[in-house]
């Protein structure tokens, strides 16, 4: 049998050699290695007892905590399959999930198990539900200490990840474990380990693959991960954690970073220990980057790219490249080969826009049990990632928009990030998106929908068109300009631009 290292393998080793270092932090506790491997595998042996087998699928669904990591290697353990579950979802959008995944247990926080209690019924194989809290403690307290060794196939199925589903129902991506493994390392080998750089803290959702796999560099090479609080963003408790918890490495949105640097207090806090700085999964403004590099002095600002589907970076750009290639999201990391593509699978000249396609041991097994949308996404046996990008001479690649979201305008291609990235250096922008609008003459137009810096002083929409004058050809500036309070997003923090065409296509102000 084809056996490999898991996360469950790391554990088990961190906790023969560094049983004391502390593993995970999270609001309500630490815990150190040897203490996580204990109850992993007394969790595991309690799945185990009620019939959860190698190959099975359990979810977790929880508010972020050190419980939900214990439950996703307790399952890795036992060779069965984690599906973390977007706790946000409405009840028919978690049943769907659980169904369609086929859980036979779910671990889910008590304030959520009454969600799961109502939709039960339509879960024909699920059998098992351990709550949070007292209940899972007093099961974890009786159940053995040890389990039997489960070998496990290293490109057998460790994670189910559905994607955000911002159009049709969402898909599975099932990640291997050694996608997941290949990725830490990949990431690691890529950006070099540093010895000063062992605390990292990503700021998002556990179900979500930047939560996920995002500590897995840093659990891999035995540092501390520290979980942050579900609920709303707070960027001045964000910033207390990074200074109490000594954070060396931090991954935010760029909205979140964006709120971080207006804090009134920021050059007050003791920011010394921060040794990389990472951003991801939306578009980065320069003005933003160029703020980030000029605060971060002592840190390395470092750009993340890719999708879910990929276990997710495929690119990253780093170091003096953040301000020398601004804009810009890097080149491929270790292990994942790139090309740039028309429609017809035939490389682009250097320069010119195309899909990004990839090939590489870090790219999903497939969609779960979705034979024809996984032979769409392969098809020419390259991963087709949607978003559209060009390379400069140095083949560094630039995000220019998703496929689905380019705005063709009396047959003119504009690309929303380019005029994103102008608009957003307005004095009165704090956040844009560009998307396109029905119009009688030339089919789309695009329309800027704007976060105000100032509620008190929004930007006119003469205003945003003197602005883009000089920068923007007449076809690609704004025709309208939309104030909102804030952008919708999906919980990875990109922005719903198919709810905002919803919303604006006819014309409508709010």
């Keep these: 049998m084809n056996t490999g290292i898991t996360l469950s393998d790391v554990l088990t080793r961190h906790a023969l050699v560094r049983p004391g270092a502390c593993a995970f932090v999270d609001p309500k506790r630490r815990v150190s290695f040897g203490e996580l491997d204990h109850r992993v595998t007394r969790l595991a042996s309690a799945l185990a007892a ?86 899972l403690e007093q099961i974890l307290g009786g159940a053995a200490p040890d389990v039997p060794h489960i070998a496990v196939g290293d490109d057998a199925p460790a994670f189910i990840m559905y994607t955000s589903g911002t159009t049709g129902f969402p898909k599975g991506a099932v990640l291997s474990h050694r996608n997941l493994y290949l990725h830490a390392y990949s990431s690691i080998a890529t950006i070099g380990h540093r010895s000063d750089d062992s605390c990292w803290m990503a700021v998002a959702p556990l179900f979500h693959t930047a939560g996920a796999s995002g500590m897995l560099p840093t659990f891999l090479t035995g540092g501390t991960a520290v979980i942050t609080p579900s609920g709303g963003f707070d960027p001045g408790a964000i910033m207390s954690t990074i200074v109490d918890e000594h954070v060396t490495s931090c991954w935010m949105t760029p909205t979140q970073w964006q709120s971080v640097l207006a804090l009134p207090d920021l050059a007050s806090r003791d ?125 560094y690649v630039y995000v220019v928009d998703r496929k689905k979201d380019m705005i063709i305008s009396g047959g003119e291609n504009i690309y929303s990030a380019e005029v994103e990235n102008v608009v957003a250096g307005h004095r009165k922008v704090a956040e844009v998106a560009v998307i396109g609008v029905p119009h009688p003459k030339w089919g789309e137009v695009p329309i800027a929908v704007v976060v105000a810096r100032e509620t008190s002083d929004p930007p006119t929409d003469a205003e945003i068109e003197t602005h883009c004058r000089a920068q923007l050809a007449g076809y690609k500036r704004p025709q309208r300009v939309v104030i909102v309070d804030a952008l919708p997003r999906n919980p990875g923090g990109k922005v719903l631009k198919a709810r905002l065409r919803d919303q604006y296509a006819g014309g409508g102000s709010s």
Aim: proline content about 5%; glycine content about 8%; hydrophobic content about 45%.
């Design 50 to 135: 009620r019939g959860v087998r190698s190959g099975d699928r359990v979810a977790v669904i929880g508010y972020n905590s050190i419980e939900l990591v214990e439950a996703w290697l307790a399952t890795l353990r036992l060779g069965a399959i984690v599906v973390p579950v977007n706790f946000r979802l409405a009840a028919d959008e978690i049943a769907y999930l659980l169904a369609d995944s086929g859980a036979v247990a779910v671990i889910v926080d008590a304030a959520l198990e009454p969600t799961v209690a109502r939709v039960r019924s339509n879960v024909p194989d699920l059998h098992t539900v351990l709550t949070i809290g007292p209940d």
């Design 271 to 395: 920011i010394s220990r921060l040794r990389r700085v990472w951003w991801g999964a939306a578009p980065a403004s320069t003005p933003l980057l160029r703020k980030m590099a000029d605060t971060f002095v002592n840190a390395e600002i470092i750009a993340a790219f890719g999708q879910t589907e990929c276990s997710p970076i495929t690119c990253l750009l780093r170091g003096a490249d953040s301000i020398r290639k601004i804009g810009s999201v890097g080149l491929p990391m270790l292990n994942v080969e790139i090309r740039v593509v028309d429609d017809d699978m035939n490389d682009v000249v250097r320069g010119e826009v195309g899909e990004i396609v990839y090939l590489g041991p870090l790219m999903m097994k497939e969609y779960w049990n979705k034979p024809t949308e996984t032979a769409e996404a392969f098809r020419g046996g390259w991963f087709h990632s949607g978003d559209l990008v060009r390379q400069d001479a140095e083949g």
